[in-house]
């Protein structure tokens, strides 16, 4: 049994900053891709931020130079700090994870999401 926990969301004012934490838990033989989605109300769930092991991280377009996505993989964990937030990124921010399990094979793992709420 696998499990990602978030926390750290909550409601900021336009210009603050928040940072979202996720640690995955339980069976893991090995952890490969860690990052974020959100989903906003009535849209889509769209990338954030991945950040694979060794290699390229990735950022959507529109949090380029604001949100900066790290790992500390000692202790699986993945990190989202968010500065010059706006009301636009408000949404429910979600973590994943690709995780191999003991007993062979991979799949993606998903946090319960933590709402984030920018007030303008």
């Known amino acids: 049994q696998v499990q990602l926990v978030e926390s750290g969301g909550g409601l900021v004012q336009a210009g603050g900053s928040l940072r979202l934490s996720c640690t995955a838990s339980?069976?893991?033989?090995?952890?490969?891709?860690m990052g974020w989605y959100r989903q906003a109300p009535g849209k889509q769930r769209e990338l954030v931020a991945t950040?694979?092991?060794?290699?390229?991280?990735i950022y959507a377009d529109s949090v380029k130079g604001r949100f900066t996505i790290s790992r500390d993989n000692a202790k699986n964990t993945v990190l989202l700090q968010m500065d010059s937030l706006k009301p636009e990124d408000t949404a429910v921010y979600y973590c994943?994870?690709?995780?191999?399990?003991?007993?062979?094979?991979?799949?993606?793992?998903w946090g319960q999401g933590t709402q984030v709420t920018v007030s303008s």
């Open positions: 994943t994870s690709r995780i191999t399990t003991p007993v062979g094979g991979f799949r993606d793992y």
């Open positions: 950040m694979p092991s060794g290699g390229t991280t």
């Open positions: 339980g069976s893991i033989f090995r952890v490969t891709a």
